[in-house]
């Protein structure tokens, strides 16, 4: 189980983008203290059909040197691109970690 470790050099969140779904940058800000990842860019955000009442982050694809995560809040997604030393099952412990202390 992964836990909340505080990295010794915290990764960072890079915002290129004005719009962003409703509460995901502070999770992303938590995400970027845990150590191992480096660094967490949203991405591309796009209506979808069905309705989720709260934000749920899923680990999509591996990219090179890292994941692309999928979060989703309401009729809207959004691409978040996670630069990280961790495996996809340490990096789906720490964002239930850290969705579950929000």
């Known amino acids: 189980m992964v836990t909340l470790a505080m990295a010794a050099t915290t990764g960072r969140v890079v915002l290129n983008h004005s719009t962003h779904i409703e509460g995901l940058i502070p999770v992303l800000e938590k995400l970027a203290k845990v150590a191992g990842i480096s660094t967490l860019t949203p991405g591309v955000i796009a209506p979808v059909k069905g309705k989720s009442p709260h934000l749920h982050l899923r680990v999509s694809v591996p990219i090179k040197g890292g994941f692309k995560v999928i979060a989703r809040r309401g009729k809207t997604v959004q691409e978040v691109?996670?630069?990280?030393?961790?495996?996809?099952?340490?990096?789906?412990?720490?964002?239930?970690?850290v969705l579950a202390s929000k």
């Open 81 to 97: 691109f996670v630069i990280t030393q961790l495996s996809e099952a340490e990096l789906k412990a720490a964002i239930d970690a």
